[in-house]
T-cell receptor
Framework: QKEVEQNSGPLSVPEGAIASLNCTYS??????FFWYRQYSGKSPELIMS????GDKEDGRFTAQLNKASQYVSLLIRDSQPSDSATYLC???????????FGKGTKLSVKP | EAQVTQNPRYLITVTGKKLTVTCSQN?????MSWYRQDPGLGLRQIYY???????DKGDVPEGYKVSRKEKRNFPLILESPSPNQTSLYFC???????????FGSGTRLTVV
């Protein structure tokens, strides 16, 4: 089992809809969780971080964490064509600085 | 401006010719890391460093070397590049704790 797994997509949603991106991880010792957005040919950009069970909202983005199920998700409300990108889930074990990344989910928002 | 700077952005080289990709950060971060990204394979970690003179292998370290003599710099060295090292490379840094990685702009390397 890979450490961090994501559905590769592509996930296609119409403009204005909610996009739901999912990620599972294998190490129960993981404590910090991150979502990055990456446009084609560009570097990953951190958009959300979450450390406690539950929801964390920032503008149109909501991160959800369930440590018991080893599951983290990202919801994008009112999706825009500019949200079309690959979304990477990353996990940190304990207090170490190292991050393990999933392969990413490609999101396409259709006008 | 807080940033991670990689150079060069693009590099075409020949098989066997040693090269170095530089990485520097101005955020006083303890953690630094190198990743390569290939289509369908995602971000794969090459090496990472927890502090000066402390480095460890990632998932794909073969064919690469790193050094961390100063906190701000973390160069990636390819002693004898081969075509299978053609890839997009990213350097990243983090303060550790609860912070995520900040990425450099990337280096697109082609080995012919």
């Amino acid at each position: 089992q890979k450490e961090v797994e994501q559905n590769s997509g592509p996930l296609s949603v119409p403009e204005g809809a909610i996009a739901s991106l999912n990620c599972t991880y294998s190490d129960r010792g993981s404590q910090s969780f991150f979502w990055y957005r990456q446009y084609s040919g560009k570097s990953p950009e951190l958009i959300m971080s979450i450390y406690s069970n539950g929801d964390k909202e920032d503008g149109r983005f909501t991160a959800q964490l369930n440590k018991a199920s080893q599951y983290v998700s990202l919801l994008i409300r009112d999706s825009q064509p500019s949200d079309s990108a690959t979304y990477l889930c990353a996990v940190r074990r304990g207090s170490q600085g190292n991050l393990i990344f999933g392969k990413g989910t490609k999101l396409s928002v259709k006008p | 401006e807080a940033q991670v700077t990689q150079n060069p952005r693009y590099l075409i080289t020949v098989t066997g010719k040693k090269l170095t990709v530089t990485c520097s950060q101005n955020m006083n971060h303890e953690y630094m890391s190198w990743y390569r990204q290939d289509p369908g394979l995602g971000l794969r970690q090459i090496y990472y460093s927890m502090n000066v003179e402390v480095t460890d292998k990632g998932d794909v370290p073969e064919g690469y070397k790193v050094s961390r003599k100063e906190k701000r710099n973390f160069p990636l060295i390819l002693e004898s590049p081969s075509p299978n090292q053609t890839s997009l490379y990213f350097c990243a840094s983090s303060s550790g704790g609860v912070g995520g990685y900040t990425f450099g702009s990337g280096t697109r390397l082609t080995v012919v």
